[in-house]
């Protein structure tokens, strides 16, 4: 349905009154008021994907934790702050990038 161009908004039309939403910023684009429907509905569609993934691995990563919590202080802490510095350089990786490494698309020649 949704990659179809027009068939969202058919279907969801009748449902207009509580999914329409028309942006008050005069800036912006003039879009279709199902557009944000459209685009909220499309990427929800594949988050039962992450859901299944994240399901299945939870019995193993919990076992991984019940077994680190049972190691000694010293290495568990070593462990956990591992984790966090290589989750906060990924977070601040993906948020700062653009701001030091400018995409070569955007580059004007």
């Known amino acids: 349905m949704w ?31 199902l557009h944000e429907w459209e685009f909220c509905s499309g990427l929800d569609r594949y988050i039962w994907i992450i859901g299944m993934i994240y399901a299945y691995y939870h019995p193993t990563v919990e076992r991984w934790m019940e077994k680190l919590e049972e190691t000694e202080v010293k290495r568990r802490i070593s462990i956990k702050a591992a984790v966090a510095i290589m989750s906060l350089t990924m977070a601040w990786e993906d948020h700062f990038r653009d701001l030091y490494v400018p995409n070569p698309y955007m580059v004007k020649v």
């Open 3 to 33: 990659e179809v161009p027009g068939v969202v908004e058919v279907v969801w039309s009748p449902f207009t009154f509580f999914l329409g939403y028309s942006d008050p910023d005069p800036s912006k684009p003039k879009q279709s008021v």
